[in-house]
């Protein structure tokens, strides 16, 4: 997530919340050489977007899935673009997520944003031994949104007694938790770990969790090779509708690497321990 870009100083026309635009980097900035400034060297519109003449084009005109929107994209994240100019040691937070060093150890110090006193991944505890500062289903809410993806507000809501069930039967079958809060309802912790992996043994159900991705570069998405085909296709389609193309972007992205959840999404796992969808 981008720290909040601050608001546009001078009276040119731009999407809100927008970086500011108009000004000389300082020292503290490193603006890459293949990155264009204006005459007076100060950063435009251009600098960051490689689209010609953006500042013509109606907002909602502007296609941010082209590679060039942000200059030598398209980048995974937001924030490794603004890394290109800004220093990420001053700009990154700090990622609470990533507990182990590359000895496997942990500092208990970064247990206790979460838990009043660091428990042993060792032993086996009960949910008030676990101290958390925060009920489990509001722990995540102060960094994280709500609503920090497509579908996420949708499933914090009570499982009926079949789907408990299933969910049950997948917990001891694949050997994971699919933990509930105390009113039986879903949470962010039901579907992901809130542990860097390894920090509890692979071994305990709690300690399951996906493997390939790397917690510090987070979760990746890549554009689909069919995606232009998808969109050119769809596009096509909508255009023939009565009242012609719709403005609506539509994408095919797919996960590349998952950090933090306790089964795959990518090949259906996790949705599959809870749903039983129709084939
Ligand atoms: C320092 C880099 C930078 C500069 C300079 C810059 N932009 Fe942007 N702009 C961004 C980033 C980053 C985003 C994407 C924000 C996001 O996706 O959350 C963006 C988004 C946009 C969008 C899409 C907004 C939306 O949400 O639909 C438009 C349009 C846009 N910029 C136009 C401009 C124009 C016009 C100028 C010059 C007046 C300009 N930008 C200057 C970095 C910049
Ligand atoms: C092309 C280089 C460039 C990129 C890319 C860029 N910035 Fe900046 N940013 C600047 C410049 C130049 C300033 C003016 C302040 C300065 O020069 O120290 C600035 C200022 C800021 C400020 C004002 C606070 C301050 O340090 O003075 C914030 C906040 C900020 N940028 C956030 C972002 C974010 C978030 C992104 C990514 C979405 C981003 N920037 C991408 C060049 C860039
Ligand atoms: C981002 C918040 C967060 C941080 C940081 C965090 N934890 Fe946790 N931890 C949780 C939550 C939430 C649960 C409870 C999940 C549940 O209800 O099953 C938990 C559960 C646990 C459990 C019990 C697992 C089980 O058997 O069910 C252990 C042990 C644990 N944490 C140890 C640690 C240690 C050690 C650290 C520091 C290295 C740490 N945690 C850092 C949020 C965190
Ligand atoms: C039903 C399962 C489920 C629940 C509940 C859920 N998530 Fe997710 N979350 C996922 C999956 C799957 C992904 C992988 C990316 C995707 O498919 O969007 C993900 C991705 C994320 C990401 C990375 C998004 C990105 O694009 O970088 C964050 C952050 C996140 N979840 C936080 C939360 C928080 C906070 C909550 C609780 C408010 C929550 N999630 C609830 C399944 C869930
Ligand atoms: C103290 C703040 C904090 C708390 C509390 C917190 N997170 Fe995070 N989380 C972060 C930061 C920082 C990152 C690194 C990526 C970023 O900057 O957004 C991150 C990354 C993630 C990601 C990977 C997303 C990605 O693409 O990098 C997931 C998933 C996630 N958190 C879920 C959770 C869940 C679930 C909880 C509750 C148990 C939680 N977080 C609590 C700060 C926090
Ligand atoms: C922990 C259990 C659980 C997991 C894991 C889970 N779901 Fe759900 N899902 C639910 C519950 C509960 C509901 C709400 C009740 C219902 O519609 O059956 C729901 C609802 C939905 C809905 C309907 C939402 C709406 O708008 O009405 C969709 C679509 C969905 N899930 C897809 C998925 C996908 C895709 C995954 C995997 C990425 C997934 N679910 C993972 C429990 C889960």
Not at 51 to 64: A, L, Q, R
Not at 76 to 103: P, S, V
Not at 167 to 191: F, Y
Request: contains cysteine; hydrophobic residues 35%.
């Amino acid at each position: 997530m981008a720290a909040t870009p601050v608001m546009a100083q001078r009276p040119v026309d731009l999407p809100p919340l927008h970086h500011l635009v108009n000004v000389k980097p300082s020292k503290a900035v490193n603006v890459p050489e293949d990155f264009p400034l204006n005459h007076r060297g100060e950063i435009t519109c251009e600098t960051c977007h490689g689209i010609e003449d953006i500042e013509d084009i109606p907002f909602e005109e502007v296609d941010k899935r082209a590679p060039d929107f942000l200059r030598q994209g398209p980048y995974a994240k937001t924030t490794a673009f603004c890394y290109r100019c800004h220093a990420e040691k001053t700009y990154r937070r700090q990622n609470i997520h990533d507990l182990l060093d590359a000895r496997g150890e942990y500092d208990e110090k970064a247990c206790e944003y979460c838990h009043q006193q660091a428990p042993d991944p060792g032993k086996d505890h009960t949910r008030e031994q676990l101290k958390l500062r925060l009920p489990p289903e509001t722990i995540c809410l102060g960094c994280h949104l709500k609503t920090p993806h497509l579908n996420a507000l949708d499933h914090l809501v009570k499982p009926d007694e079949k789907m408990r069930r299933r969910m049950q039967a997948s917990e001891r079958r694949l050997g994971i938790i699919l933990p509930l809060d105390t009113r039986g309802r879903i949470m962010c912790v039901t579907c992901h770990a809130p542990h860097e992996r390894g920090l509890i043994d692979e071994s305990k159900p709690a300690g399951k969790q996906v493997a390939d991705g790397d917690v510090k570069e987070g979760v990746v998405y890549e554009d689909h090779p069919w995606d232009a085909v998808y969109r050119a296709d769809k596009q096509a389609r909508l255009k023939k509708l009565p009242g012609g193309a719709a403005p609506v972007a539509l994408y095919y992205r797919r996960l590349r690497s998952e950090v933090l959840l306790r089964l795959s999404a990518r090949d259906g796992a996790l949705c599959l321990a809870c749903h039983a969808f129709e084939r």
